[in-house]
């Protein structure tokens, strides 16, 4: 194992919940951010990869949703990632960097708010009060509707 990859497992062996979800979301802009490249290169093939991992870690953020404990920032959440996927949907199927460019920003957004949360004092904030704060830095940003 290249230290790299050892560096990552212990990342997300170390994580809390909230750092796991900073992690996805780290995930995801490294790979927007190498979609929109791919994009302007006019590469093909990894754009299509790229975009695939954004898609797949969109759905691992959608299946983390709590609708029990959270119901309107889950909901807020879902709507947010239907959104995204359209986006990549259509960004890659019109080869346009620029809704690609916006969604990376949103995504940045909502990762910084995460991460801010995720910086609290044990005890100090849960994971629906740091959900609220990563929605309503995302709801300055994007329209939800969907």
């Known amino acids: 194992m290249d230290a790299a990859a050892a560096y990552k497992r212990r990342a997300l062996e170390s994580a809390s919940p909230i750092g796991l979800i900073v992690l996805l979301y780290q ?15 006019g590469d093909i093939e990894t754009r299509t990869a790229a975009l695939n991992q954004v898609l797949a870690i969109i759905a691992e953020l959608n299946a983390a949703l709590d609708f029990e404990r959270g119901v309107e920032v889950a909901r807020q959440f879902a709507r947010f990632y239907h959104v995204a996927q359209r986006t990549v949907l259509d960004a890659s199927f019109r ?10 920003d949103s995504f940045t957004q909502v990762q910084a708010a995460w ?3 995720d910086a609290l004092p044990p005890g100090a904030s849960s994971v629906e009060h740091a959900g609220a704060l990563a929605a309503s830095s995302q709801q300055e940003r994007v329209a939800w509707q969907a």
């Not at 080869?95 to 990376?104: S, T, V």
Request: glycine content about 0%.
């Open 27 to 41: 995930a995801a802009c490294q790979n927007l951010r190498r979609a929109i490249a791919a994009v302007e290169a």
């Open 95 to 104: 080869q346009a960097a620029a809704p690609l460019r916006e969604l990376l």
């Open 115 to 117: 991460q801010r949360a």
